[in-house]
């Protein structure tokens, strides 16, 4: 099978293309959105490997939580391709996706929300199989908790900004992000399973459905007017 995947929900932008196991990657850190890198990576992946577009049996993509713009970039992407080869389309959940590429067995998955939030979820790791202890939420910092049990790793870049409000793992990795080889990694089982979807049908995995705060509201979680 060969399958594209991309990863735009942080700043930390991939594409990967799997092909049977083995995995190619591009990418680059990026504070000013990804719209003009995306695709030509995915040409330069494909040029690489020499294979066509055609040859793409499905793509997937990080659906979030994330980035609202980094998120719409790669479900559009992907919603583009798929629509355009007549194939799958599959959303896959960039807090297993960052579990995934942290190497851990036991993830306390976090990313930066903004608005003093963060993402958050928990997994346990084995191989390439991510288990969900604790489903995707979104929360202030000081109201998250870790799942029971010891030897939980924090990891993501939510740990970056609000370490102090954050429950303390046993260790910290705050660098860890997802990375479109992890998105590929766990989409080509559910893919090989049947799991894709129509185009149309693809969508981001917001958790939060606000983008911003009224005033009264940033006040009231101490931020500025």
């Given at each position: 099978?060969?399958l594209?995947?991309?990863?735009?929900?942080?700043r930390?932008?991939?594409?990967?293309?799997?092909?049977?196991?083995?995995?190619?990657?591009?990418?680059?850190?990026?504070?000013?959105?990804?719209?003009?890198?995306?695709?030509?990576?995915v040409?330069?992946?494909?040029?690489?490997?020499?294979?066509?577009?055609?040859?793409?049996?499905?793509?997937?993509?990080g659906a979030?939580?994330?980035?609202?713009?980094?998120?719409?970039?790669?479900?559009?992407?992907?919603?583009?391709?798929?629509?355009?080869?007549?194939?799958?389309?599959?959303?896959?959940?960039?807090?297993?996706?960052?579990?995934?590429a942290s190497?851990?067995?036991?993830?306390?998955?976090c990313?930066?929300?903004?608005?003093?939030?963060?993402?958050?979820?928990?997994?346990?790791?084995?191989?390439?199989?991510?288990?969900?202890?604790?489903?995707?939420?979104?929360?202030?910092?000081e109201?998250?908790?870790?799942?029971?049990?010891?030897?939980?790793?924090?990891?993501?870049?939510?740990?970056?900004?609000?370490?102090?409000?954050?429950?303390?793992?046993?260790?910290?990795?705050?660098?860890?992000?997802?990375?479109?080889?992890?998105?590929?990694?766990?989409?080509?089982?559910?893919?090989?399973?049947?799991?894709?979807?129509?185009?149309?049908?693809?969508?981001?995995?917001?958790?939060?459905?606000?983008v911003?705060?009224?005033?009264a509201?940033?006040?009231?979680?101490?931020?500025?007017?």
């Open positions: 099978m060969n594209l995947a991309l990863e735009t929900s942080t930390h932008l991939s594409v990967a293309l799997w092909r049977d196991g083995a995995v190619s990657v591009r990418g680059a850190e990026s504070v000013t959105g990804g719209s003009a890198l995306v695709l030509p990576w040409d330069e992946l494909l040029a690489a490997a020499g294979i066509a577009m055609a040859d793409i049996d499905a793509v997937a993509f979030g939580p994330g980035s609202f713009t980094g998120l719409r970039l790669a479900c559009g992407v992907a919603q583009g391709l798929a629509c355009g080869l007549d194939r799958p389309a599959l959303g896959v959940s960039t807090l297993a996706a960052l579990a995934l190497g851990e067995a036991r993830v306390f998955a990313l930066d929300a903004r608005m003093n939030e963060v993402y958050y979820a928990a997994y346990e790791v084995k191989g390439t199989t991510v288990d969900e202890i604790q489903a995707p939420r979104v929360a202030p910092p109201m998250v908790a870790l799942p029971p049990g010891a030897g939980w790793v924090g990891c993501g870049d939510g740990y970056a900004s609000y370490a102090a409000a954050l429950p303390a793992p046993s260790r910290l990795r705050a660098d860890v992000h997802p990375t479109a080889a992890a998105i590929a990694e766990l989409a080509a089982p559910r893919l090989a399973h049947g799991e894709g979807v129509d185009a149309a049908l693809a969508m981001p995995l917001y958790v939060r459905d606000k911003a705060l009224t005033t509201e940033r006040l009231a979680r101490g931020g500025v007017r």
